[in-house]
């Protein structure tokens, strides 16, 4: 702040001495021990709660209640106390599947069976063992499927892992694929009967002898109790300052009218890092209070991988916090709840958690259910999973308002509920505010016809990168009547808003969203440079305005202002600017997938990229429908109707005409007025401002809008149009590098002309008007009214309206695109397989491809890494080298979302259309597994993991790796087989980019859509 005028100085001095002078103290009042709560309320302490975070080691012998400790320290008779290492037994036991469904883990009973821990394996140990489908045999992990031990048959018998431990399972239909899951815990939570010097006498003896054991005081007993009387005599409760270690969570059922507050948020700490559940979880009741804590688990953001989804073979449905959980707060249809500078830290599960039944049906009312629940100025930091989240529709006007969300390896905030409030919170380094999320276990009778993930997303702040799930705000499956607005992002490494159209069998589309407001600041200012979308949307129904996307300093290729995809309809862009990004304004097409075939007119999606209104019977008739080969439209379909829509499961596509079509193929579709509306918007000094890469129609028009290059240079069109779109009034000024047009045109994604109109607008310093790709495009369009200032190849008279045949387009031919090609040459001799790629021949450009396309197929520069392929009479060999960003840490493992490592993904180019995709995963930390995500059977994947080989080796400035795949279980006969539909893709942790060698127009293992690898003889 600069110097004050002396007249403003002289009267705040005055009003300061003014206060000084005229201030007089109220009396002292008498000091209250540092317990004491309000009048009238409950204490904690006087029932036993210690706070206190002394601990000591203690000798304890089996059987004897009696320990030895080193120090009685503050312990005292009657206190609850949880000592380590002494008292081994299976704390939980639970089966997770069959594969294909989806369900939280169900009790074990007696299906399998564990022995042999005694604690010397670990004081908490969780065995996870994973029973692929349609087989016998299983693997077994203990650090929640980071790694896992080889696969072995079933014997039915007791078959041993390590350290004495045996498992064994019993009669079940195993081969149906399941994931059974034990925990072991050594710890002994009991109660202190009398201390006489070192001895302290417990309630219940130790079962083990140990020398030093771990004794701290364990508080829940006496919270619990505490809060029981509190209900019981509808008093409040005071926690004084102090560290209350719990075994397991507290709960208040059936509250009415309760405030449950610490004396202080710092000091005042619920610790749960020794246990598991919620700290306090809220069961029904009304009017409830949460007050000053701060909340400590046991996981944080480095376990995020260990705490998220695990990508087991047996079941496909298991969350690692399901082995071993911690929340802050749960509420379970609680109504009217305010939970206010509460703080978790180390939450291995959703931080803050609302789970509700719904308000009902009118035939059929719930009395109760979560109605109102603020989160006021709390905070989820450092943890694994979740900061806030209501898992189902149920909940009904949740806040979470000024908040800060840092550092979590889950969704900031993930909402299947309705009337939702995210309002003035800070987010850095963790995952998308999730809007939506509605699935078969989430939703009841009361979707759709009520809607769910109504939200209002506003005055936030979003720093940094987003580390999981891709995007900062997403509206996805489900979430209808969103509103983002006025919300800042601040050195964004990561794409920020997305709102989906999506949906498959289990799930419904998104809709309805404004996106209002907003300032993108895209620029990268830690690390390497990612591709990245501030708005990507392909939801229809949705309105893009006012919002600022720009990069500072120089024009960043990465990024991409707005992204808007077909079938999406009703879409309005306006007033917007768009400054110094990689690309503007981008249209594209989102594809869809064959799920079952009925007839040769008939057939169900697997996934679909269209919205489809449950209300209505037969919709989207005359719609085409263009199927794709390799990713690229080649024949066009009519649709005679879309029926079903009620149901998910129950959409059926009937086409005019017969087609040959089989499950899995992928097709886009085209309606017939998608009623896109582009205008008034500026972008500016933009590598490419307009690519208009979309079918188009007779309604998608641009008008009015400002594009302009001033410093950006080597652009080379200001707007290129590969489909049907109406320029009506548009302003193109400074195109006038050597080479640049101001329009570029090319056939639609089918190969045709189109009927454009080119009406208009003002064409200012510009080298080039029109360039063709082929000749005769322009002659489609309809062009009057145009003017020309200062233009290259202006015929006379371009002062006043010009007509189509004034401008005299540049025809730049441009050849047949040719599907991506890696040669892979005989290896004689073959490749030393141990991670090192020195031998590999990184010189030969006919052998090596670069790994450089994002998963939209935008240039990731620099490339993220290199790939060759060599072969022999039994084996595939690549070798991969991969770029380590500056300051990166490599991370290892499992988790493709949270890990470094490559997929690779292939069959034979010849194979039947149902063949499997034979998909690994290997990471840098020499680790790798075979995947059933393209089909393959789980005998299929054992058999590959236990044939292949793979090595991987670091080094600062990159990491390598190199394969050895055998022929024999891919399915391929070298001599009779020339090619492989192939692709291979990489994740950077530190970035959370995705960079494949082809991009696919769906996951990088949809080869079909990709490249191909040829084996040269």
């Not at 998963?855 to 490339?863: A, D, E, L, N, R």
């Amino acid at each position: 702040m600069s110097k004050p005028p002396t007249q403003y100085a002289a009267a705040l001095a005055l009003a300061i001495a003014t206060v000084a002078l005229t201030f007089v103290p109220p009396p002292a009042a008498a000091a209250e021990p540092p317990t004491a709560g309000p009048p009238g309320w409950l204490n904690a302490s006087d029932f036993g709660a210690s706070g206190s975070e002394y601990s000591t080691t203690a000798a304890t012998t089996t059987g004897a209640k009696e320990v030895t400790v080193v120090d009685a320290g503050d312990f005292k008779p009657g206190q609850g106390v949880m000592l380590s290492e002494c008292n081994p037994r299976l704390a939980n036991s639970s089966l997770w599947g069959p594969r294909h469904v989806i369900a939280m883990g169900q009790p074990l009973k007696d299906k399998a069976e564990i022995r042999g821990y005694d604690g010397t394996q670990g004081d908490w140990l969780v065995l996870l063992l994973d029973v692929p489908e349609r087989t016998t045999s299983f693997r077994w992990s203990e650090d929640l499927a980071r790694t896992w031990q080889p696969t072995v048959p079933i014997t039915g018998d007791w078959q041993p892992l390590r350290d004495g431990i045996e498992v064994r399972f019993n009669a079940h239909d195993w081969e149906k694929g399941y994931t059974v899951c034990f925990s072991a815990r050594g710890q002994l939570v009991t109660t202190i009967e009398k201390i006489e010097g070192k001895v302290v006498t417990l309630r219940a003896a130790p079962t083990r002898t140990v020398g030093a054991a771990v004794l701290r005081h364990c508080d829940d007993a006496a919270l619990q109790a505490a809060i029981d009387q509190a209900l019981k005599e509808r008093r409040s409760l005071h926690v004084p300052v102090g560290r209350y270690r719990l075994s397991r969570g507290l709960v208040v059922r059936n509250a009415t009218s309760l405030t449950l507050e610490g004396a202080n948020p710092v000091e005042t700490v619920l610790d749960i890092s020794e246990g598991e559940g919620a700290c306090v979880t809220l069961a029904g009741g009304t009017e409830v209070t949460l007050r000053n804590f701060t909340m400590v688990g046991h996981s944080g953001f480095e376990a995020r991988d260990q705490c998220g989804y695990l990508r087991t073979l047996g079941s496909s449905y298991f969350w690692g916090f399901g082995a071993k959980g911690c929340n802050a707060v749960s509420i379970s249809s609680t109504e009217r709840v305010l939970v206010e500078n509460c703080h978790g830290r180390r939450m291995a599960t959703e931080c803050f958690v609302s789970g509700s039944r719904s308000r009902g049906t009118p035939d059929k009312p719930n009395a109760a259910h979560c109605k109102q629940t603020t989160y006021l100025r709390c905070s989820a930091i450092d943890c694994a999973r979740n900061g806030f989240n209501d898992v189902m529709c149920g909940s009904e006007n949740t806040s979470v308002l000024n908040c800060r969300i840092v550092d979590v390896g889950g969704c900031a905030w993930e909402g299947a509920s309705r009337f939702v409030k995210f309002v003035g919170n800070y987010v850095r380094n963790a995952g998308p505010v999730a809007m939506g999320n509605l699935g078969p276990a989430n939703h009841d009778e009361t979707f759709p016809e009520l809607g769910a993930g109504q939200h209002l997303v506003a005055d936030n702040v979003f720093e940094s990168t987003v580390p999981y799930g891709g995007y900062a705000i997403g509206a996805n499956v489900g979430a209808t009547q969103v509103l983002v607005t006025n919300n800042q992002f601040v050195n964004f490494g990561s794409s920020a808003v997305h709102i989906g159209g999506r949906s498959d069998q289990t799930h419904y589309p998104s809709a309805n969203a404004v996106l209002s407001g907003n300032v993108f600041d895209m620029t990268q200012v830690d690390g390497k440079s990612v591709p990245r979308t501030a708005v990507d949307l392909d939801a229809s129904d949705t309105l893009v305005s006012d919002n600022q996307v720009y990069v500072r300093g120089d024009c960043d290729p990465q990024v991409t202002g707005v992204r808007v995809l077909e079938p999406a309809c009703n879409v309005t862009l306006h007033d917007n600017l768009i400054r110094n990004c990689g690309a503007g304004i981008v249209t594209g097409r989102a594809s869809s997938r064959v799920g079952e075939v009925v007839d040769a007119s008939t057939f169900l999606p697997s996934e679909r990229a269209v919205l489809l209104d449950a209300r209505k019977a037969p919709q989207c008739q005359g719609w085409g429908l263009a199927w794709l080969v390799n990713g690229r439209p080649t024949e066009l379909s009519v649709v005679e109707a879309v029926t079903g829509a009620a149901d998910p499961k129950t959409v059926k596509f009937t086409l005019k005409e017969p087609h040959q079509t089989k499950v899995g193929d992928r097709f886009e579709l085209i309606p017939p007025a998608a009623n896109w509306t582009f205008h008034d918007n500026t972008l500016a000094d933009c590598q490419r401002p307009l690519v208009l890469d979309s079918y188009g129609g007779p309604t998608s028009v641009l008008r009015n809008n400002l594009v302009t290059r001033t410093s950006t240079v080597g652009v080379k069109q200001a707007v290129e149009l590969h489909g049907r779109f109406s320029l009506l009034g548009n302003h193109l000024v400074g195109f006038d590098e050597d080479g640049c047009a101001a329009l570029s045109l090319y056939p639609d994604p089918l190969g045709r002309p189109v009927p454009g109109r080119v009406r208009d607008n003002l064409f200012e310093r510009c080298a080039q008007i029109v360039r063709e790709s082929q000749q005769g495009l322009w002659e489609a369009y309809s062009a009057t009214g145009n003017e020309f200032l200062e233009c290259g190849a202006v015929p006379e008279g371009a002062a006043g309206a010009a007509r189509r045949d004034s401008v005299a387009p540049v025809v730049a031919e441009t050849a047949t695109p040719t599907p991506s090609v890696l040669i892979a040459a005989r290896a004689i001799p073959a490749p030393t397989l141990d991670g090192s790629t020195d031998e590999w021949p990184w010189q030969d450009n006919a052998r090596v491809v670069s790994i450089a396309q994002s998963p939209t197929g935008q240039p990731f520069v620099p490339p993220a890494g290199r790939l060759c392929a060599a072969w022999d009479a039994h084996h595939l060999y690549l070798a991969v080298r991969l770029a380590v960003p500056k300051g990166a840490k490599l991370r290892g493992g499992a988790d493709f979302a949270a890990c470094d490592g490559v997929e690779v993904s292939l069959r034979a180019s010849d194979a039947k259309a149902d063949s499997p995709i034979f998909v690994l995963w290997g990471s840098t930390d020499g680790s790798f597994q075979a995947l059933p995500a393209g089909g393959a059977a789980p005998a299929q994947c054992e058999s590959l993991q236990k044939a292949a080989h793979y090595a991987a080796r670091v080094t600062p400035s990159e990491w390598t790796c190199e394969w050895q795949l055998p022929f024999a279980i891919l399915g391929v006969d070298p001599k009779k087989t020339s090619s492989l539909q192939f692709n291979l893709g990489t994740h950077q942790s530190a970035s959370g980019a995705w960079v494949a060698w082809r991009a696919t127009a769906g996951a990088f293992y949809e080869v079909e859509g990709a490249g191909e690898l040829v084996l040269a003889k």
